[in-house]
């Protein structure tokens, strides 16, 4: 999962939302600061969000995951199918 690389794909027009809250009644310095720092919590949170790309990386590893798990059990029953029919032949030649 370390391979995921995240990548801000929404942008925030600072501007435009301080602009939008002046017309609302706030003064320029009030609404300079709500937009910078709704900007910088936005950035934060954003660095966590999945991408598209980081969603089809990690169903891709799951589902290679997923095949070796299903060869590596065929391959076990296979094996535990063989060494029971074995048993089951020699305690037949023994009876």
Known sequence: MDRINHM???TFDTLKYANRL???GFT???AEEQANALSE???VNLKELATKGDIA???SEIE???TQLEQRMTIKL???M???IGAGVALMKIL
């Open 78 to 80: 296979g094996t535990m």
């Open 82 to 84: 063989a060494a029971f």
């Open 22 to 24: 002046k017309k609302a």
């Open 8 to 10: 801000n794909a929404i």
């Open 28 to 30: 320029s310095e009030q």
């Open 64 to 66: 290679s995951r997923l």
């Open 57 to 59: 990386l990690l169903k």
């Open 41 to 43: 919590v936005l950035e």
